[in-house]
């Protein structure tokens, strides 16, 4: 049983988009997450960032609500966020999935476009700049790495929620591919949706987001800007692998 609950109206700050406070979860004796606590605000990009083992995919999976919790609070625009509803405040695109193998990327982009009512330009727009064109008859089970992370890319940008949630999407992505879908997304969140990335890569996180969780151990050690992080860790003007180490 979910030990999930809804977080209280007054406990969102006037700028959050989604809320979390003690969230915890447990497998067997291990604690994977331990009262875990952030806030996404509405248009940012987000960093998730920690090493394997962190907690970054457990943490995301019962952010979406597939998996029971031990503890937690969630509020999503200051009302509480039951499990149940988590489909309808945020898009969760796992790393290494791969959805129906057999199919074509045309189906499965059409499949998307009408479950969630996109436009035929949306369409038209994710398909040219991830420059999918050429893969519309190729089956999802024969796709490289980088095609299929972009396919699932522009799946998720014809979905309307507000908030999404992307394990590693630039993995894969060669440099010139990153910057290109980095602008998009980037575009995508300047029109007012959270973006919030899952990335194992220090560097990486520093140069493509406003700001970071840092989680160790199933704990936030650290949120905000590499700046607001550095002060806490008593480094300013530091490099992030050395602020992380400061705080872990």
Known sequence: MSGLREAPRERSGPDALLEVRGLSKRYGPRWALSDVGFTVRPGEVLGLVGPNGAG????????????????????????????????EALFYVPDGIL???????????????????ASAQARAEAESALALGALGRARLGTLSK?????????????????????????????????????????????????????????AEAVRVCDRLVLLSGGRVVGEGTREELAVRAGKPGAELEEIFLALT
């Open 56 to 87: 970054k995919t457990t943490l995301f999976q019962a952010l979406a609500g597939l998996v029971p919790v031990e503890g937690g609070r969630l509020s999503f625009r200051g009302e509480g966020l039951p499990p149940a509803r988590a489909r």
């Open 146 to 202: 980088g095609e299929r992370k972009r396919v699932l890319i522009a799946a998720g940008l014809l979905t309307p929620q507000p908030l999404w949630l992307m394990d590693e999407p630039f993995d894969g992505l060669d440099l010139r591919q990153m910057r290109e879908v980095m602008a998009l997304l980037r575009a995508r969140a300047g029109q007012g949706r959270a973006l919030f990335f899952s990335l194992h890569h220090l």
């Open 99 to 117: 959805p129906w193998p057999e199919r074509r990327v045309g189906w499965l982009l059409d499949f998307f476009q009408a479950i969630h009512g």
